[in-house]
């Protein structure tokens, strides 16, 4: 079997992988700042690292995955301040939107999800072991900053050059340009308004927060150890965030933080970065009020590699949508067919290899999705002959299964909820299993439950199919 890689933004090159310990991938995904609903773009990101999970379990590897949930910054306070709200009331309701949209799009959940206001502990104790190194100062400003020429390996990441570092110099924000590489805020100290909602803390420093860059390094390392396989996040982050997190964890730890540092590329529309600065941004709501299933905006977001920009247009909409459907066409056939014929047996081995090695391709799952449509039409083409080879049908299956485990690009039945789909299937399955044993009694009791939902039940050549009448 061909290795596993990724592209790694650190060494600017494709390398293989394999988690350290050989087993369990430890991976760490970048999260949503909590003050809006998350838009398409911070999707494509967290799509992207839905992508890889899945494609590493399919590899064979186990993964332990956590993405944070940024709960307390400074976006996240001027909109607490402006709405005479507790950073809670703000960011709480935001977090129970993020988690249906996420279960919208089908991502599977991390193994934590967590928020940095319950890492404030690990947050300052992580703090202190800078400052007993001499790595971090409190200013003036009575904020704790990070020495960026304490630490050598400052830009590595981002490629920032010792003649662009202002040393001495420093920014308080969350977020700054890369002119502005300076000693940046680990620890600020609290104003009256992080006081008034609810954003202070108390620490060796005085009361005050925490920097938004600090609050990864404790998530990560608290939950993951000190040095992760990936990790993963926009290529927005790189700099001064990315950047900012190594600094703090290696200078604490004095080992690598992250083995791989992985990044994926914007979502433009119109050619423009989505961003609610530029407002430009639709949300997992405009498409759901639009009917666009998730599979079409799985498909749609994986028809591009990552690492390329992919332009959100309604064009692009349709096409996955029209893509998707005949993914669904397909999966209810297959799933209905009686037979099938051996030479489905080579069919299903040649996609399982081509879709394995696309995606240990550093994720291609452009690719990997083509494979699929491949196979669809020489499945398709297969089950025209109607044969009843139950090997060759059951390897189709099989191999169309896996594939969807990483894809999951089969649309819901139109005009079915999602929670009854699944009983439909197992009243199905019930009713074939007591038809087979020829209790027809039981098999009619059943169709009566059906109907009772407004499922009727039609017995074909090709088996029993089933659809909602109202
Ligand atoms: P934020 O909530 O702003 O911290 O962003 C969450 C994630 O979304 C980060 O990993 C960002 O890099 C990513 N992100 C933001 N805008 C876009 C975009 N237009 N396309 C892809 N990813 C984005
Ligand atoms: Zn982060």
């Known amino acids: 079997m061909p290795e596993f890689r990724l592209y ?13 310990d050989g087993e369990t991938v430890r991976m760490y995904a970048c999260g949503p700042t909590v003050y809006n609903p998350a838009h398409l773009g911070n999707f494509r990101t967290f799509l992207f690292a839905d992508l890889m999970r899945r494609s590493l379990k399919l590899a064979g590897f186990k993964v332990r995955q956590v993405m944070n949930l940024t709960d307390v910054d400074d976006k996240i306070i001027k909109r607490a301040t402006e709405q005479k709200k507790t950073v809670r009331e703000v960011t709480e309701p935001v977090i129970g939107m993020f ?11 991390a193994e934590h999800y967590p928020r940095a206001t319950d890492f404030i502990v690990e947050m300052v104790d992580l703090v202190r072991r800078l400052e007993m190194k001499g790595i971090a100062y409190q200013a003036d400003d009575k904020s704790v900053y990070f020495a960026i020429d304490r630490f050598p390996g400052y830009g590595r990441l981002s490629r920032l050059d010792t003649r662009e570092l ?6 308080a924000q969350d977020d700054y340009a890369k002119e502005n590489a300076q000693d940046f805020a680990l620890w600020k100290s609290a104003t009256p308004d992080d006081e008034a909602c609810g954003a202070a803390w108390d620490s060796p420093w005085g009361r005050g927060r925490p920097g938004w860059h600090l609050e990864c390094s404790a998530m990560a390392m608290s939950l993951l150890g000190e040095t992760i396989d990936i990790h993963t996040g926009g290529v927005d982050l790189q700099f001064p965030h990315h950047e900012d997190e190594i600094a703090q964890s290696e200078a604490a730890t004095g080992k690598p933080f992250a083995r791989f540092w992985c990044h994926g590329e914007f979502l433009l529309t119109d050619g423009a970065k989505m961003a609610k600065r530029v407002g430009n941004v639709s949300t997992v709501e405009d498409l759901r009020s639009q009917q666009v299933s998730a599979a079409a905006v799985r498909h749609l977001m994986f028809s591009t590699h990552y690492r390329k920009q992919l332009n959100l247009s309604g ?45 240990r391709d550093d994720l291609n799952a452009p690719r990997a999705q083509a494979a699929l449509f491949v196979f669809i039409n020489h499945v398709n083409a ?10 060759g049908l059951a390897a189709a299956r099989e191999a169309f299964a896996r594939a969807d485990a990483v894809l999951n690009i089969v649309p819901e039945r139109e005009g079915v909820d999602a929670s009854l789909e699944p009983w439909v299937e197992q009243q199905m399955l019930a009713r074939k299993a007591a038809r087979g044993r020829r209790d027809f009694a039981a098999a009619d009791q059943i169709r009566k439950a059906l109907e009772e939902k407004g499922i009727v039940v039609e017995d074909t050549a090709e088996g029993a199919r089933w659809k909602k009448v109202r």
């Not at 790694?8 to 350290?20: D, G, K, L, Q």
């Not at 692009?316 to 799933?335: H, K, N, P, T």
């Not at 297969?382 to 090997?391: F, I, M, N, T, Y």
Request: charged fraction near 30%; hydrophobic fraction near 45%.
């Open 166 to 171: 202002k040393t001495g110099a420093r920014v």
């Open 382 to 391: 297969e089950l025209d002959k109607r044969g009843s080879d139950v090997a």
């Open 315 to 359: 064009a692009a909409l349709e096409a996955s949508m029209e893509a998707v459907r005949r993914v669904g066409d397909f999966a209810g056939r297959l799933a209905a067919a009686p037979g099938g014929t051996p030479a489905l047996a080579t069919v299903a081995e040649t996609f399982r290899a081509e879709f394995d090695d696309a995606l």
């Open 99 to 109: 988690i249906a949209d996420r279960d919208y799009l089908r991502i599977e959940p």
């Open 8 to 20: 790694n933004s650190m060494t600017r090159s494709v390398e293989p992988f394999a988690p350290a």
